[in-house]
């Protein structure tokens, strides 16, 4: 295809963010985190150079939970790792699509993954979700300078226009003919409803607020969340082994969120939508059966409120198959940390999973591969979060702006990371700023994936300076 790229550079820079108020989900809590941005060059066939623009969480505590290996290590895993791929890509040495610089990059990501876990983590390998996260920052640059150096939407570079094979080659037999064209928008959606994360650590009313809480102007507490940015979309961390926390707890957010409205936003929805993320620790499907049931039992309104559950049970497959059914016969059930590939994405239904939670740190072009096969098999899916700042929230809020998803997007980075958002703020205020419960994406515009960095004042300085600081603070760490 003429709009074929090859990759010249790629740059990575790394920032150190810390936690407003820590973020707690299943048996983690993340208080700092480190940013991955990339840069990447292109050239198309006619000559033409641009660069793109791509970031993520490099959050082994949610995509390796190891118990072997130090956090410290796993962390430089993913660090080194992003860097390492970074250089594979930009000697991957032909003109292709983006999806296949991805797809026939697979194999050196997996082969840098295993070299590095060889050094800094003997015994203990990351698995590929790691792995992804790890590569997603390139991915998204990739993808933003593929439709910068064209002058075109990256996604609607994604028909037979542009792309020299349809999915089949990636997907196998029986996706023949289909492109991923056919199930995104032509244009973002003007407003996307943002689901707020309640975390277990997270404070419900007001009057629980002690004097240790931060005094910035942000909320600290469910109530008033809701009242400034009205939020009428909950997701709830849930803890897997405690019914008797969790089942209250989910309906008091359902209570808060009535009363709120009542109270100060009768604007609002009448009824809220609710989810529950157990985060893979529930022993076995049985236990969300039965907080199903309970929850029913005690307080239906809430019940039918509940709009899916999220990866209750631990993420191998093959090594954890439950039967999921009749589960999902009571409340739709999406596959999160358990979807890392197209093989995953069948074996999940063959278990009866609703559905699959997409997210923008598994990479895009994974992410566009992914919707083809869950629209053609006709199930819902959700985009989710990994708390994503900067310009990874432009990524995760314009790929949710272009599909249909089951409702929203997750979008909590504003909660948990509100400064990681600043550089970005005053060319996307709507994105880092909620009102009336949703974002609205009028700012995401131009070619490639219309984060606009050229107007956003400082960017690449601010990066600089941030990655110096970063990479001083590693070699004071390393031994």
Not at 326 to 337: M, N
Not at 360 to 366: D, G, W
Request: aromatic share 8%; proline share 6%; with cysteine.
């Amino acid at each position: 295809m003429y709009t074929d790229i090859s990759v010249r550079e790629v740059q990575i820079f790394k920032s150190q963010a810390s936690a407003r108020t820590p973020l707690k989900f299943g048996a983690v809590v993340v208080e700092d985190l480190p940013i991955g941005f990339a840069r990447a060059t292109v050239e198309n066939r006619s000559g033409r150079t641009a660069v793109g623009w791509g970031a993520m969480f490099l959050m082994d505590l949610w995509s390796w939970p190891s118990a072997r290996a130090p956090r410290r290590a796993t962390t430089r895993v993913m660090c080194d790792l992003l860097d390492a791929y970074a250089s594979l890509v930009a000697d991957f040495g032909r003109f292709a699509h983006p999806v296949e610089i991805f797809i026939d990059s697979e194999d050196g990501l997996r082969q840098a993954a295993r070299d590095i876990c060889r050094t800094l983590t003997p015994g203990e390998e990351i698995p590929f979700l790691g792995a992804l996260v790890a590569a997603s920052p390139v991915d998204h640059a990739i993808h933003d300078a593929f439709g910068n150096v064209n002058e075109i939407d990256s996604y609607r570079g994604c028909g037979p226009e542009f792309m020299s094979s349809d999915v089949s080659r990636y997907l196998g037999r029986g996706y023949e003919g289909v492109y991923p064209s056919q199930f995104l928008r032509q244009d973002y959606l003007p407003a996307v409803p943002i689901f707020h994360l309640v975390g277990g650590l997270d404070l419900l009313r007001e009057t629980e607020v002690g004097d240790a809480a931060p005094d910035d102007g942000v909320p600290n507490s469910l109530d008033r969340w809701i009242e400034r940015d009205g939020v009428f979309c909950l997701k709830l961390k849930l803890r897997g082994q405690d019914m008797q926390w969790d089942v209250p707890r989910t309906i008091a957010v359902s209570d808060i969120y009535h009363d709120t409205r009542r109270r100060a936003r009768p604007d609002l929805p009448q009824r809220p939508f609710l989810t529950a993320d157990f985060n893979e620790q529930c022993q076995s499907p049985d236990y969300v059966v039965e907080y199903l049931q309970l929850l029913r039992e005690r307080a239906p309104r809430v019940f039918d409120e509940l709009l899916y559950i999220e990866q209750p049970t631990e993420r191998d497959l093959d090594a954890h198959a439950w039967d999921m059914r009749p589960l999902s016969a009571l409340k739709p059930i999406l596959i999160d940390e358990s979807l890392a590939s197209p093989h995953d994405f069948h074996r999940a239904l063959e278990l009866g999973w609703s559905g699959i939670a997409l997210k923008s740190c598994k990479c895009l072009s994974a992410d566009i591969l992914l919707l083809c096969a869950a629209e053609l098999a006709d199930i819902p899916y959700a985009v989710q979060d990994l708390t994503n700042p900067s310009i990874a929230l432009i990524e995760s809020i314009g790929l949710a702006a272009r599909i249909h998803t089951i409702k929203g997007v997750e979008a909590n980075s504003r909660q948990f990371f509100p400064d990681a958002n600043t550089v970005i703020a005053s060319v996307h205020p709507d994105l880092c700023e909620i009102r009336n419960g949703c974002a609205r994406t009028s700012s995401i515009s131009g070619p490639g994936l219309g984060m606009q960095i050229d107007k956003i004042d400082g960017f690449a300085a601010h990066l600089t300076e941030a990655d110096a600081a970063y990479r001083r603070a590693a070699a004071k760490e390393t031994p």
